[in-house]
């Protein structure tokens, strides 16, 4: 099992930036697909980013695409997004998440490993 912890979210007006880390540790997971996913309040999970730790291939939700960047680095064993441009809908608890997923996956459920989730607010 991969152990991740996220830290980097906060309240930010519209039209700012932040950025998420999450740092991951555990079993090898150098070929898993990691991923980020948010969840607003009564509202279903839903998948943001997500990149190929072996490759640092990345695919985006049309919803932030373009404003959202995911990356890694392999050294710290850390996946980041920076976020930009916020709008008041990003707001959400945004969780990290890996698992033995096919590169391209977005269903939470093909992802085994979840952080404790942080917080974003975009006031408008």
Not at 14 to 30: M, V
Not at 89 to 97: F, G, I, K, S
């Amino acid at each position: 099992q991969v152990q991740l912890v996220e830290s980097g979210g906060g309240l930010v007006q519209a039209g700012g930036s932040l950025s998420l880390s999450c740092a991951a540790s555990g079993r090898t997971f150098s070929s898993y697909t990691m991923g980020w996913f948010r969840q607003a309040p009564g509202k279903e999970r839903e998948f943001v980013a997500g990149i190929s730790w072996s490759t640092g291939s990345t695919y985006y939700a049309d919803s932030v695409k373009g404003r959202f960047t995911i990356s890694r680095d392999n050294a710290k064993n850390t996946m980041y997004l920076q976020m930009n441009s916020l709008k008041s809908e990003d707001t959400a608890v945004y969780y990290c998440a890996a698992g033995a997923a096919m590169y391209g996956s977005r269903r939470p459920s093909n992802f085994q490993s979840w952080g404790q989730g942080t917080q974003v607010t975009v006031s408008s």
